[in-house]
């Protein structure tokens, strides 16, 4: 089995705590200087910092998650692909063949809404439906970004990847051997 590293940008990474904690710091913000209501107790504001400590505490965890798994596996029967929250798995025998190419621009990847994935300040990752209706895996983080298309059985037609081309050329290897 071959591993690869998928690359992550640590500057994606940094708009996405923004993205998720900064509202969690105005609501911290508004629960602290907000005027007490008539019968509100020092308890109250205590159970609402401890409700917005939580969330921070999952988000934290789910943030450092999608940080530390990015990678891809490429064994005879098998390829798998780890990235944040999500995870592709393609059996060799579902797979008949497949092209990669490069892509250029998001436009150029055909992506038309997501269906279970983080899409956020051009990092992509999980599921997400293509303009002609397939399902596309996308673990996109920075650039070079290659789309490959897999023709036969399985059930994900497209992989959007952030990699390097050998790690590409051995995708396409290991469907059309």
Not at 10 to 32: D, E, N, R
Not at 97 to 116: M, P
Request: charged content about 20%; proline content about 4%; overall charge positive.
């Amino acid at each position: 089995m071959e591993k690869d590293d998928l690359p992550v940008s640590s500057k994606q990474l940094l708009y996405l705590a923004l993205l998720i904690f900064l509202p969690l710091a105005l609501s911290a913000a508004v629960i602290h200087w907000a005027p007490p209501k008539p019968g509100q107790t020092e308890s109250d504001n205590l159970l609402a910092f401890g409700i917005v400590g939580a969330i921070a505490t999952v988000l934290l965890g789910m943030l450092i998650i999608a940080a530390k798994r990015h990678v891809i596996e490429i064994s005879r029967d098998a390829l798998v692909v780890k990235h944040s929250l999500y995870t592709l798995a393609l059996d060799r025998s579902e797979v008949e063949s497949a092209k990669a190419r490069e892509v250029n621009s998001l436009d150029q990847l055909g992506l038309s809404t997501r269906k279970n994935g983080i899409a956020a300040f051009g990092y992509f990752s999980g599921w997400f439906w293509a303009a002609h209706g397939n399902i596309t895996f996308c673990a996109l983080s920075r650039w070079p970004v290659y789309l490959v298309t897999f023709e036969g059985s399985t059930k994900c037609r497209q992989l959007a990847l952030s990699a390097s081309p050998e790690v590409v050329r051995r995708i396409e290897v290991w469907a059309n051997s």
